[in-house]
C-alpha cells in the first residue's frame, strides 16, 4: 500500500497572527503533494470548517484548534467544537468524547514551561515542528519516548511557504486518527526560513490594526 502525507499544524487568518486565507492553503498544500492538511487556529475551529468547504477532491481537512491550557499548547484534532476544560486531563478527556484527539504543540519552543512528565496528560506529542530547531525537536522526540506517546509533525505554518514543510505519514486506506493512537504515524520535517516569524508577527500587527482581511475574528 501507499503513504499519504498530512500536514497537522496549520493556521489560517482565524489565528489572528497569520494572513493565510483558507482558498490559499488549499492551493498551496495540494500544490506541495499533501494528501491532507489539520487547519488548527488559535482558539477557533472556523478556519478549519471554511478551508474545508473549499477542498477539492484528493485533499482531507481535518478540523482542529490549538488551545493555550496550564500554560502550555496543545492541539485539538477531529473536532468541531472546541472544549471548555481547566487541565490537560480535562480537555483530553473531552476531546475523546467529540471523537478527536489531543496533541502537545511544540514543547521546547523557547519560553515554554518547564516539562514535568507528570503532569502531560495528551495522546500524542508533536516531535517536528518546522519553526523549532533540531535540537529542540529532538528534545521532543525524546519526550514522546519518555512518556510512551505517538509521535506527530506539523509545519505550524502561518505564511504559505511553511506548508508541508513537516508532515505526518500514514498508509493509505488508515484512519488518520486511529493510525496516529495506535502509533502507526511517522514524522518527518525541515526546518522553516529564519524569516517566517518576524513575517507572522507583522501579519499579527497588520490583523489588529485593519482585521484580518474579511475571514478572521474581525469579520467573515
Known amino acids: 500500500m501507499g503513504e499519504a502525507s498530512y500536514d497537522l499544524h496549520v493556521h489560517s487568518a482565524f489565528s489572528g497572527d497569520s494572513l493565510l486565507r483558507p482558498e ?4 498551496v ?45 496543545v492541539i485539538c484534532l477531529f473536532v468541531e467544537e472546541k472544549a471548555k476544560a481547566s487541565d490537560m486531563a480535562e480537555l483530553r478527556e473531552k476531546t475523546k468524547e ?23 496528560e495528551v495522546d500524542a506529542v ?9 535540537g529542540r525537536n529532538r528534545k521532543g522526540e525524546e519526550l514522546a519516548d ?28 488508515c484512519e488518520p486518527r486511529e493510525a496516529i493512537l495506535r502509533g502507526l504515524a511517522k514524522p518527518f520535517g525541515t526546518s522553516s526560513p529564519l524569516w517566517v516569524r518576524p513575517a507572522s508577527l507583522l501579519s499579527h500587527a497588520v490583523a489588529a490594526t485593519i482585521g484580518t482581511l474579511g475571514v478572521g475574528r474581525h469579520g467573515r
Open 24 to 27: 490559499t492553503i488549499v492551493k
Open 29 to 73: 498544500a495540494k500544490k506541495a503533494g499533501l494528501d491532507g492538511i489539520a487547519v488548527t487556529d488559535h482558539e477557533t475551529v472556523e478556519g478549519g470548517l471554511r478551508t474545508r468547504g473549499l477542498a477539492p477532491d484528493g485533499l482531507s481537512i481535518i478540523v482542529g484548534y490549538e488551545t493555550k491550557i496550564e500554560g502550555r499548547d
Open 98 to 120: 467529540k471523537g478527536g484527539i489531543t496533541v502537545l504543540a511544540h514543547p521546547y519552543r523557547m519560553f515554554a514551561p518547564k516539562i514535568v512528565a507528570e503532569e502531560i
Open 126 to 134: 508533536e516531535v517536528y515542528n518546522s519553526r523549532l530547531s533540531r
Open 146 to 173: 519518555r512518556l510512551g506517546k505517538p509521535k506527530v509533525a506539523g509545519s505550524d505554518a502561518h505564511v504559505a511557504c511553511e506548508i508541508g514543510r513537516a508532515y505526518t505519514v500514514i498508509e493509505v486506506g
